[in-house]
């Protein structure tokens, strides 16, 4: 297994999480070693929020879990890219994908 740089970005590294299957990416969140092991260990994705400041494991509430089926890192070990297959929307607001507007506010379709 990689060891990633928690060095850089206050002890986190960003993930962009990609959906297996339509290639679309879903969302973006950011992992401390915690949740680097934990989703190491559960093949489930986990992520360090930062706004409450806690671990925090994807879909716990809200059944909209993320099965990890690989994970690439980049040239500088500091963000991943995660690719899962997930049991529901990504975004908290019920897209599939965070990504659902354009610069403009327009909501994308798809």
């Known amino acids: 297994m990689i060891d990633l740089d928690f060095d850089k970005g206050d002890g986190l590294v960003t993930a962009v999480v990609q959906d297996a299957n339509t290639k679309q990416v879903l969302?973006?969140?950011?992992l401390n070693e915690a949740a680097w092991q934990k989703t190491?260990?559960?093949?489930?994705?986990w992520f360090w929020s930062r706004s409450r400041q806690e671990l925090w494991h994807k879909g716990e509430t809200s059944g909209n879990t993320q099965v990890v089926q690989s994970i690439a890192v980049?040239?500088?070990?500091d963000c991943i890219l995660i690719n899962v297959i997930p049991a529901g929307p990504a975004c908290h607001t019920g897209h599939t994908s965070c990504f659902y507007r354009d610069e403009k506010g327009v909501e994308l379709n798809g």
């Open 27 to 30: 969302m973006v969140a950011y």
């Open 40 to 45: 190491n260990a559960t093949g489930q994705t």
């Open 74 to 77: 980049d040239c500088d070990e």
